[in-house]
């Protein structure tokens, strides 16, 4: 089962920021989770939170996931000093 992935505006717009190859690096890797079979096994979850974060280099990408309609929803990415201040 090959989950769909949907970058939220925030994160497209992060994602136009950040240098080339982090920027790659962090689309290869959320590639990489959706062609997982159960990628939510692939991830850390967030305490007291329905989200969940992927460890990419220095950077943290926060997703969620539907099951039912096999999404992955990258709603932010920010460098692991700032990730998971906003939440």
Known sequence: MKYSL????????????????????????????AEEEY???QVKRLTNSPLFSL?????RVILAFEHRQ???MAVDVDHRKNAYKDL
């Not at 994160?11 to 950040?18: D, E, S």
């Not at 190859?21 to 590639?31: F, G, H, N, Q, W």
């Not at 460890?55 to 950077?59: F, I, K, P, S």
């Open 39 to 41: 990628p939510h096994l």
């Open 6 to 33: 949907i970058y939220s505006k925030r994160v497209r717009q992060k994602l136009k920021r950040l240098p080339r190859e982090a920027a790659t690096r962090i689309v290869r890797a959320l590639e990489l989770l």
């Open 70 to 72: 096999l999404v992955i």
């Open 55 to 59: 460890r990419v280099g220095t950077y």
